[in-house]
């Protein structure tokens, strides 16, 4: 079995090489910047492309993929909201390319395409079904929202076989970006008092990687040809419930301070409806209060 991960250096990315090349596969990786042998070797790649994710480049690669992994694209909605014209490159552009080289090469492949509940925009404080349909709430998330319509768009033009995850917050030990990575950042080098954006009332679904990687292995199994489905563990937990448990961890004494300011272009509520998710026999196994002093003892370990 051969896999091609786009994206294979980002944090997802890695980590599914590192996945799949345990489960026996044969690993190919495209994306930016180079990577040594012994970098791969790490991350459980056999083999690097530095390259744009293109139809010339994927193809050039000269194999036939079993899986194709897209993980290449922007990941930050405040990228998006500075850059509109360049993030709609990265996201919309990249998947369409590798749409169409397996609709022209590699039509046999399963695409597994990570997406996000930002295609769904502003919702209540209650679990997001899959079906419901919302307004985007930044450039991110109508960029993805159209990468999805082109995978739903070449699966059932092409018969093409793609599953569509929606992560919601994932997170782990070497993810230097988002709300772990920025509060652990903050807290560690204060001494008095923290601000963060927001009201701290704002919440979120954290799904650690380890489930993530699971949940992708079950989709793998599945006959349907176009699957949308959502990967969260359908528990909500506030900004400020959150930013305790570091604090807590790392400085017990510190002042927590929200500035009550609209962080532009995040929801207010991001929690997974999971009811689809348990029909695939998938239940997220890792326990945030556990997990989280994990990854600020790996955070603190980087500043010894």
Request: glycine share 8%; hydrophobic share 35%; charged share 30%.
């Given at each position: 079995m051969k896999i091609l991960i786009t994206g294979a250096k980002g944090f997802l990315g890695s980590h599914a090489a590192r996945h799949f090349k345990g489960l026996g596969y044969e690993t190919y990786g495209i994306g930016h910047g180079d990577l040594l042998v012994d970098e791969c070797k790490?991350?459980?790649?056999?083999?690097?492309?530095?390259?744009?994710?293109?139809?010339?480049?994927?193809?050039?690669?000269?194999?036939?993929?079993?899986?194709?992994?897209?993980?290449?694209?922007s990941g930050s909605v405040g990228f998006s909201v500075e850059h509109p014209y360049e993030d709609f490159k990265k996201t919309v552009d990249g998947t369409l390319e590798v749409l169409e080289y397996m609709r022209l090469y590699n039509p046999e492949a399963h695409l597994l395409y990570p997406s996000s509940p930002a295609v769904q925009g502003e919702c209540e404080d209650k679990p997001i079904k899959e079906d419901y349909i919302g307004k985007p709430a930044s450039p991110y998330g109508y960029h993805k929202k159209i990468a999805e319509d082109l995978c739903q768009s070449y699966s059932e033009k092409f018969d093409l076989k793609i599953s569509i995850i929606r992560l919601f917050s994932v997170y782990g030990n070497g993810l230097k970006k988002q709300l772990f990575w920025d509060a652990c950042k903050k807290i560690v080098k204060t001494e008095d008092e923290v601000v963060f954006f927001g009201t701290g009332e704002e919440?979120?679904?954290?799904?650690?990687?380890?489930?993530?990687?699971?949940?992708?292995?079950?989709?793998?199994?599945?006959?349907?040809?176009?699957?949308?489905?959502?990967?969260?563990?359908?528990?909500?937990?506030?900004?400020?419930?959150?930013?305790?448990?570091?604090?807590?961890?790392?400085?017990?004494?510190?002042?927590?301070?929200?500035?009550?300011?609209?962080?532009?272009?995040?929801?207010?509520?991001?929690?997974?409806?999971?009811?689809?998710?348990?029909?695939?026999?998938?239940?997220?196994?890792?326990?945030?209060?556990?997990?989280?002093?994990?990854?600020?003892?790996?955070?603190?370990?980087?500043?010894?």
């Open positions: 790490e991350i459980g790649l056999d083999y690097w492309y530095k390259s744009d994710v293109s139809v010339k480049a994927i193809q050039g690669i000269n194999e036939k993929f079993d899986v194709i992994v897209h993980c290449g694209g919440t979120r679904d954290f799904i650690h990687i380890s489930d993530v990687l699971s949940l992708f292995s079950i989709l793998l199994e599945q006959k349907e040809r176009l699957i949308v489905i959502n990967g969260g563990s359908g528990k909500k937990y506030t900004i400020n419930n959150v930013v305790k448990m570091i604090k807590d961890l790392i400085n017990p004494k510190l002042k927590i301070r929200f500035n009550n300011r609209i962080n532009r272009g995040n929801p207010i509520y991001y929690w997974a409806n999971t009811q689809k998710l348990e029909n695939y026999g998938f239940k997220a196994k890792k326990k945030l209060e556990e997990e989280i002093k994990s990854y600020v003892d790996w955070v603190k370990g980087l500043y010894d």
